[in-house]
């Protein structure tokens, strides 16, 4: 007996708010069943996934350092979501942003460069993102490619790029054949924020952009123009609202916010360029703004929330020999859920009965 | 008269609504209505806008499910959990609103509401022989999305007769049809009728519903008021069971100075690229300030094309299009509104309106130009709730709750809501495309006063319309598209339904493609 899918008249705000937590309880679900596959308890290894690293000052602020990039990538994700366009690349436009940025630290390396490097670095950063994240727009307004495979393919372009360059040209001659660059200038790094840890001044760039982020798509004609862009194309360009400019537009803004956090990133916690210099965030960026609800205050919430199975990754791996592709699979399944819970929240499940005439 | 189905003893009562509820949070929408179709009978809902016809036929065919009550189907108690299992059970609903895929073509759309796996091309021979029989031109093989809202229609109507049903439900059909399209969909519900189905009617021309059903239930304010035979009622005495009070009549046309020429069309020639109906052939057209124009014609002949190059969504040449002198062809909507134009496209949802937006937002969709409400790229809140409320109180749309998703409205209330907010603009020059699509009686003169009063006032109205007694009534002169042609205008008091029909129906010597002519 087929299924079918049927849209509901009226989905109450409520639900559509509990859709999240719905997802975050079946991922539990899962997380649990897994474990348990796995031949792990798992009580205790929730504890150490979730529980624990709430417990002491230095991994809180780890926990507030993973999510800082999570948060200004899933940022931008959110204007191009809310305007229909899939930008799925955010990870290759934060490479862009990494190595532009960090041409100029390279640079100006051992030089007497003064303190406007840093600030130089942050707006190269945004400038190669927005770059990189204006390809797949201009491919889609001009030749009408699908900016989802677009913008993916060139995360590994971004990627093998930025391998060449630590292995080749901007590889530290000192560095014993590792492939990375040489360790940024102190003008060149992000400045610490307390005596201890690694909490960074991105963390305020960060809620710098969901502030105006939250006004923008809030209260602007701008943020305006993409909800209505996306949601009903047609009255958008009735309203005067040009298609073309909000595709550039949106690919513009998320690419510039994926770049930024790339080269905080690395400017921040890393402090030189190698090939490793994210574990993902782009991608799970797009978890936490779904997950967030595209909405900047939503989605600060979120990163904090994937935060925590980074942390919680590396905890369990080293106590618990788990290997790192648990938070993957946790991440995977709460992007799935959340997904599926839109869909039953939104739609009803209906039996249809075999083909019959009347 | 129904002689035929008096003659049995009485009619089965094919499917039927008992004592139907609903509610939408605090608003009523159906209160215990009760209704019921008999076979070999076409019966009418009437009710003002917003009165709840709309929700009484999504409750009959399982688009919504009653909050109590319940539905008979030849006399058993049955449940239609979707839309689905009623099709099944032989009811097909063309609805107020149409549910088609833009990006599907005609035929695609067709096969998706039919069980079972046919062919494109048998059911496409399929659609062409309903055509022929019932005189309703639908062409398979077209893009919907290029379909203008008669088109749709029309294909809307089709889809539901190759179902074959049983109770066929149509929801407003007439109000985009032309007069010969709708004469062509009498004679086929006729003929339904006639082989023992039966039909729901709704319309808000109430000669059309005298002419044409046995029985009518009237509703007011989601409340059932009256069962009666609409063909020992007067069309006043319709409309005073609908409103509860006398109707005004429309007032008749006032003479008024003719201004500067606002909108001057030269030459317009759109390349036919296959997209949104016909292209358009050398248009030219001038309509001064205090002066209405209506182009009437068949749907789909290119007044999509011509609505979207006088509103800027396709521009083009700058010297085709005038406004207020300045060369406007080459500029998009929003600065031709600065130029105090105003667009109102027939598609409510989805065009002139985004649907799933809350109300008061739809507001800026048209006047996020003009200052006032956006000030420094910021929407103000007070002023456009202000405004807002303009529209709401000066053109009495209803609606439950306080500021609803424009999808939720009522079509009635919507269109007035359209209408509203490019009027209180106030506009040098207005285009509007099926001004009363779906508004009842007394609603559509007042959107018609309106535009009058407007005229005299100074503007410069296009009206573009199916409703040709429409364009009659209030029109100054009317001019037919055919073909992506255009006629001269020529003064309503020297032309007649003849004459224009005639000319709808292609005016170079190609023979008519949209139904026989009776007259
Ligand atoms: N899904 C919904 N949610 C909330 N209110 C609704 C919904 N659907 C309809 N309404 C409200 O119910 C009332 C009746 O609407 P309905 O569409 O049945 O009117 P109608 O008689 O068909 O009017 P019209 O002639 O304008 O088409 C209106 O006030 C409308 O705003
Ligand atoms: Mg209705």
New interface residues.
């Given amino acids: 007996m087929p299924l079918?899918f049927?849209r509901q008249?009226?989905v109450s705000a409520l639900r559509l708010a509990a859709a999240p937590l719905l997802a975050l309880v079946f991922t539990l679900i899962v997380g649990a069943i897994m474990f348990v596959a796995l031949g792990h308890d798992p009580i205790r290894a929730f504890s150490i996934y979730f529980i624990q690293p709430l417990g002491d000052v230095y991994t809180l602020q780890e926990l507030v350092v993973k999510a800082c990039p999570l948060l200004i990538i899933g940022v931008g994700l959110a204007f191009c979501y809310r305007a229909n366009r899939w930008n799925i690349g955010a990870e290759g436009q934060y490479v862009a942003g990494a190595v532009l940025g960090s041409w100029l630290a390279l640079a100006t390396n051992g030089g007497e460069a003064g303190p406007w490097v840093l600030p130089a670095m942050l707006v190269l950063g945004a400038l190669g993102g927005a770059l990189w994240g204006l390809i797949p727009a201009f491919l889609r307004v001009r030749f009408g490619a699908s900016e989802i495979l677009t913008s993916l393919m060139l995360v590994y372009v971004a990627q093998l790029g930025l391998d060449y360059l630590v292995r080749g040209p901007w590889r530290d001659p000192a560095g014993f054949n590792f492939p990375q660059s040489v360790t940024f200038d102190p003008v060149a790094v992000m400045p610490l924020l307390m005596e201890e840890g690694r909490l960074h001044a991105g963390i305020i760039i960060a809620l710098i952009a969901v502030a105006v982020a939250t006004f923008v798509l809030g209260?602007?004609?701008?943020g305006?123009s993409i909800?209505?862009a996306g949601?009903?194309p047609?009255?958008?360009?009735?309203?005067?609202f040009?298609e073309k400019r909000v595709t550039y537009g949106v690919f513009a803004v998320s690419g510039a916010l994926a770049g930024l956090a790339g080269i905080i990133e690395v400017a921040g916690p890393i402090g030189n360029l190698q090939p490793t210099i994210s574990p993902g965030y782009g991608f799970t960026a797009i978890i936490a703004a779904m997950l967030g609800r595209l909405h900047p205050v939503g989605i600060l919430v979120a990163s904090l929330v994937l935060a925590l199975t980074y942390i919680g990754g590396e905890a369990a791996q080293i106590s618990m020999r788990l290997p790192f592709d648990v938070t993957r699979v946790f991440q995977g399944t709460l992007l799935i859920a959340i997904l599926a819970a839109d869909v039953l929240v939104r739609y009803r499940l209906?039996r249809?009965?075999g083909?019959?005439?009347? | 008269m129904a002689a035929s189905a008096e003659g049995a003893a009485a009619p089965a009562s094919l499917l039927e609504a008992v004592e139907l509820t609903k509610r939408?949070g605090a608003l009523v929408a159906n209160d215990h209505v009760s209704l019921s179709i008999r076979a070999g009978e076409t019966h009418a809902l009437l009710g003002e806008n917003g009165a709840g016809k709309s929700t009484l036929v999504k409750m009959m065919c399982g688009?919504?499910q009653p909050d109590s009550g319940e539905l008979l189907y030849e006399g058993a108690p049955i449940v239609f959990?979707?839309p689905?299992?009623s099709?099944?059970?032989?009811v097909g609903v063309v609805f107020q609103h149409f549910a088609l895929f833009d990006a599907m073509t005609v035929v695609e759309n067709v096969a998706l509401g039919l069980?079972?796996h046919e062919p494109l091309s048998a059911l496409a021979a399929r659609i062409d022989d309903c055509v022929q029989r019932y005189g309703l031109t639908v062409e398979p093989w077209r893009r919907v999305g290029e379909l203008s809202v008669g088109e749709r229609q029309r294909v809307e109507i089709v889809r539901c007769l190759l179902?074959?049903?049983?109770v066929l439900i149509l929801d407003e059909p007439t109000s985009v049809l032309t007069p010969d399209e709708s004469e062509s969909l009498f004679r086929t519900v006729d003929l339904l009728t006639s082989e023992g189905r039966a039909v729901l009617f709704i319309s808000h021309k109430l000669d059309e519903v005298r002419r044409l059903c046995h029985r009518a239930t009237v509703l007011r304010g989601g409340k059932f008021i009256a069962e009666v035979d609409p063909k020992q009622e007067t069309a006043s005495s319709l409309a005073r069971l609908m409103v509860g009070a006398e109707v005004p009549r429309t007032p008749r046309l006032v003479t008024h100075e003719m201004g500067e020429p606002r909108l001057l069309v030269r030459n317009l020639t759109v390349a036919g690229d296959g997209s949104r109906g016909s292209a358009l052939h050398d248009i030219n057209l001038e309509i001064r300030a205090g002066e209405i124009v209506g182009i009437a014609g068949v749907a789909g002949n290119g007044q999509t094309a011509l609505f979207e190059a006088l509103?800027?969504?396709a521009p083009g040449d700058p010297e085709s299009v005038v406004i207020d002198t300045v060369p406007a062809g080459g500029l998009?909507?929003?600065?031709r509104?600065a130029l105090r134009a105003g667009?109102v496209?027939e598609?409510r949802l989805?065009?002139?309106?985004?649907?799933?937006?809350p109300l008061s937002?739809n507001v800026?969709?048209?006047t996020?130009?003009d200052g006032g409400i956006?000030s420094h790229?910021?929407?103000r809140h007070s002023p456009l709730k202000r405004y807002f409320q303009g529209i709401v109180k000066g053109f009495d749309v209803r609606f439950g709750g306080k500021d609803p998703k424009a999808r939720r409205l009522s079509g009635g209330n919507l269109q007035k809501f359209v209408i509203g907010r490019e009027v209180l603009r106030d506009p040098v020059l207005i285009v509007v495309d099926q001004p009363t699509w779906g508004v009842d009686a007394a609603a559509a003169a007042f959107i018609r006063t309106t535009l009058r009063e407007r005229a005299a006032k100074g503007c410069a109205v296009l009206v573009i319309s199916q409703d040709l007694d429409e364009l009659l009534e209030f029109t100054d002169r009317i001019a037919v598209m055919s073909e992506g042609r255009l006629t001269p205008p020529v003064p309503v008091a020297e032309t007649s339904r003849e004459a224009i029909g005639l000319a709808m129906g292609g005016m170079h010597g190609h023979g008519a493609e949209g139904g026989s002519h009776a007259a």
């Fill in positions: 079918k049927e008249e009226n209260r602007t004609l701008t305006f909800e209505l949601t009903a047609r009255a958008a360009a009735f309203a005067g040009d209906r249809v009965e083909t019959s005439h009347a | 939408f688009l919504l959990p979707d689905a299992s099709r099944t059970r032989g069980p079972g179902g074959n049903p049983r509103s800027g969504e998009g909507p929003t600065e509104r667009f496209p598609e989805g065009h002139a309106a985004a649907p799933d937006m937002d800026l969709l048209t996020h130009g956006v790229g910021v929407v």
